[in-house]
């Protein structure tokens, strides 16, 4: 933890969400060992478990209290949901692959974080259950998904990564300001997975 108070986070909610949340659950065996590392890890379907460092980030910059309703793009392993779920947050999360689903609902029943969990393409968001407070996508778009922006309460926040797969990426904060309009911080450069396009045999994410 102090290292990432050294590289910058300074929300004591999110250093005592991070610490609540045993890492090497969500890991393939193999890199149990290294889950106290600030390092991201492959997960299940080619993909990675984002390093603390970055889930520390995403999670401070949404500014949030207790209570706050927050939808995750790209459930993964479950880690940056349980994090969400630890700050005391209502939490949603939309997974698009299968594999990864149920890997993710099994570990958080088994921490007993409440996440509503669903299976589909997160480019849709969840309307059924929008407006939201925080919106935060783990894996980098080309572009940022109007659907999302729609599902923004007035004050809310969309933190994403934009940009082109592999390269970095510009970790954008978009803050709803009012009906039609928005405000775009910029928080950095960082290197995410990209985004999945339409999802063959997923059921739709309502
Ligand atoms: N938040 C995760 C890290 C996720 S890596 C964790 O804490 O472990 C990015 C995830 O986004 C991958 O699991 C990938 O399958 C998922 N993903 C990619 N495109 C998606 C899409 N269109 N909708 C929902 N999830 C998507």
Do not use: C
């Not at 594999?99 to 997160?122: H, I, M, N, W």
């Not at 954008?172 to 775009?184: A, C, L, Q, V, Y």
């Amino acid at each position: 933890m102090d290292l990432l108070r050294e590289k910058g986070i300074r929300s004591e909610e999110v250093l005592d969400a991070l610490m609540q949340v045993p890492r090497h659950v969500f890991l393939e065996s193999s890199f149990e060992a290294f889950a106290y590392k600030d390092a991201a890890f492959p997960i299940r379907a080619a993909q990675t478990i984002s390093q603390p460092y970055t889930v520390a980030v995403q999670t401070q910059a949404l500014e949030l209290s207790p209570g706050a309703k927050v939808l995750e793009i790209g459930t993964g392993s479950g880690y940056q949901a349980a994090v969400l779920a630890a700050m005391g947050f209502r939490v949603y999360s939309i997974e698009r692959q299968k594999e990864l689903f149920d890997f993710s609902k099994r570990v958080l029943s088994e921490l007993r974080a409440t996440v509503v969990q669903r299976f589909g393409d997160g480019y849709k968001g969840m309307p059924t259950f929008a407006p939201f407070d925080g919106i935060l996508v783990t894996a980098a778009a080309p572009d940022v998904p109007n659907a999302l922006l729609a599902q923004l309460a007035v004050g809310g926040k969309l933190i994403l990564p934009v940009g082109p797969e592999g390269a970095d990426q510009r970790m954008w904060r978009i803050t709803r300001m009012g009906d039609k309009s928005f405000e775009r911080e910029d928080l950095g450069a960082f290197r995410f997975v990209p985004m999945l396009g339409n999802v063959a045999n997923g059921q739709d994410s309502v």
